[in-house]
């Protein structure tokens, strides 16, 4: 059975950095892209960071790309999520999610997907 546990979340101040990690298993982790998505109350949930399985490769959302970094260990099975400079339209639950090579970097169709985890950022 494939988890996917998400953790880092908390209440942070704008300004503030927070790191999430995404820890894996039940799955070949490093043949894995995996991906880093958010839903915030009331909308949509929205594509934020990628990461290809080798960890060479990596796509951003344009309202994170600067702020945010993914990065992944792959003898740890984990993938992490740097965020600085929070704003707090950054509030949203994060979810990891994991997907066989050759996704659209962003499309829904990863396989696999984690429980999420709370980012609020007050002003």
């Known amino acids: 059975q494939v988890q996917l546990v998400t953790s880092g979340g908390g209440l942070v101040q704008a300004g503030d950095s927070l790191r999430l990690s995404c820890a894996a298993a039940?799955?070949?982790?490093?043949?894995?892209?995996m991906g880093w998505f958010r839903q915030a109350p009331g909308k949509e949930r929205e594509f934020v960071a990628h990461i290809t399985r080798s960890g060479s490769i990596t796509h951003y959302s344009e309202s994170v790309k600067g702020r945010f970094t993914i990065s992944r260990d792959n003898a740890k099975n984990t993938v992490d999520l740097q965020m600085n400079s929070l704003k707090p339209e950054d509030t949203a639950i994060y979810f990891c999610?994991?997907?066989?090579?050759?996704?659209?970097?962003?499309?829904?169709?990863?396989?696999?997907w984690g429980q999420g985890t709370q980012v609020t950022v007050s002003s």
């Open positions: 039940g799955l070949a982790f490093s043949a894995y892209d």
């Open positions: 999610a994991a997907s066989l090579p050759g996704i659209v970097p962003g499309s829904s169709n990863y396989q696999h």
